[in-house]
């Protein structure tokens, strides 16, 4: 508490408006983006379903970060990431699943836009302290 104490009043105060701002407002969306992969990539008895083929969470997240690379600018969201990479595939337009250990499975839709929900809340909590 002490350490907190004294970076609020000896450091923060040096930082410019756009750095105090940024450390308030929580992660950016790039950061919130690589959590997300993140997310995938801790699922380790789960399954990333992609067309018929089943895939490891490490193979999953490599699979993620290539299409982001590739997209490129066009990708400025989380949301963006969601909806234009992580959901379906971009040749056959299929949606992509999470099997879990258990053999539950849902849509990585689903799976990517509750971990969203749970950052923005997360993040909303932080601010609102």
């Known amino acids: 508490m002490e350490k907190i104490l004294l970076f609020l009043f000896y450091v923060l105060p040096l930082c410019s408006p ?5 450390l308030s407002k929580g992660p950016t ?3 919130k983006i690589e959590r997300l992969i993140g997310a995938v ?7 990333f379903i992609r067309g018929s083929r089943a895939y490891s969470a490490e193979k ?9 690379r590739k997209a490129g600018d066009k990708i400025a969201t989380a949301q963006d990431f969601i909806d234009g990479i992580a959901s ?8 992509y ?6 053999g539950r499975q849902i849509t990585s839709r689903k799976f990517f836009e509750e971990k969203l929900s749970e950052m923005t809340a997360a993040s909303e909590k ?4």
């Open 18 to 22: 756009a750095t105090a701002q940024a």
């Open 29 to 31: 969306e790039r950061e």
């Open 41 to 47: 990539e801790q699922l380790k008895e789960a399954a």
């Open 60 to 68: 999953a997240a490599a699979h993620l970060r290539t299409k982001l």
């Open 88 to 95: 379906t595939s971009y040749l056959t337009g299929k949606p």
């Open 97 to 102: 699943y999470i099997r879990f250990k258990d």
């Open 126 to 129: 932080k601010v609102d302290s």
